[in-house]
């Protein structure tokens, strides 16, 4: 029997919602952009425009709450407003893909967890590279044992270059996402959840630093964190914005059998042990790979055919990290000043 098509709305025009999202929302035949909303109008237009699609559109996303032919929300705004918005949303009747991190401190994070229950609506949280087929791969390695026990992982990312003259509005952008918060809250939330997917245990202990290129940035821009696992594992993670030039993001698992290397943009993932090389490839671009995955699988499981996974749970997991980042920065002095 054929299924019906989901209709989404989705909430925020920003960079990630209108080369992402959109394109993706739009190569599934299983859905339809139904409506499409950002309090800047302009944006609305634009998306609209570049896209040639005429959704309903409106300013204010309350005017779709109680829209009854929209089945679902994707929420793509900034994560100091994105909770309020996917609890008015749940509470309209409508599960929600939202994007990471889900909010910017536990306390609205267990609030969107809390109405889920009471609605019966449920979350996705968009942690789209951890649906990557060669994250899956890497994955099963360490789950087969492939690696032994206990793992190093070290972990790498710099982004968002450092170009106030020459884009401005993304430099003011990222300098008011530092206002609310240092890089680990936010690129960390995707480190976060590789690791609990990777590590599959409790974290034990955090020892973070965080360093200031410019003394004019709210908090610190690089962070270097060292994270201990209940079951021995031990992570060492970079996170670095706002420079001109960045060095190549690391992704390896060392472990007593071997060494694990997942090189995200040329698309390959290798395991060198003892018995020799295994490499495994996909041909697929990246980001196109992860959110057509990702949005297939919230389609699944809004249909009932699926879980919504990663949820509230895995959101929860990866901001109670990076929080406990921030936090052990803030007492080493590392996150102004």
Known sequence: ?????????????????????????????????????????????????????????????????????????????????????????????????????????????????????????????????????LLERLRDWIREGRLGSPLYFRLGIFDETWDPEGDPEHYERIFKTMEHGVPSVHDGAHIADFLHLLTDSPVKRVQSFGFKSRAEFPCSNTDTSMIDFENGDRARLEIGWFYPQFPSGEFEVLGPKGLAVFDRYNRYVELRTAEG?????????????????????????????????????????????????????????????
């Open 1 to 133: 029997m054929k299924q019906s098509i989901v209709r989404l709305a989705l909430v925020g025009c920003g960079d990630i919602a209108v080369t992402r999202h959109i394109p993706a929302v739009l190569e599934n035949q299983d859905v339809e952009l139904a409506a499409i909303c950002d309090r800047d109008e302009e944006r609305v237009r634009g998306a609209m425009t570049r896209y040639k699609i005429r959704p309903r559109s409106t300013t204010d996303y309350r005017e779709l709450l109680n829209d009854k032919t929209i089945d679902a929300a994707i929420v793509a705004t900034p994560p100091w407003v994105t909770p309020d918005i996917t609890i008015d949303f749940l509470r309209a009747g409508k599960h929600v893909l939202c994007e990471k991190p889900m909010a910017i401190d536990l306390d609205k994070a267990y609030r969107v967890a809390q109405t889920e229950a009471e609605t019966g609506k449920r979350v996705q949280v968009g942690f789209t590279y951890r649906h990557d087929p």
């Open 277 to 337: 090389i295994e490499r495994a490839t996909h041909e697929g671009d990246w980001w196109e790979t992860c959110f057509r995955i990702q949005l297939a699988k919230f389609v699944d499981a809004v249909r009932g055919e699926g879980p919504f996974v990663p949820g509230t749970k895995e959101g929860i997991y990866s901001l109670s990290l990076t929080k406990a980042i921030e936090a052990d920065m803030r007492r080493n002095g590392g996150t102004s000043g």
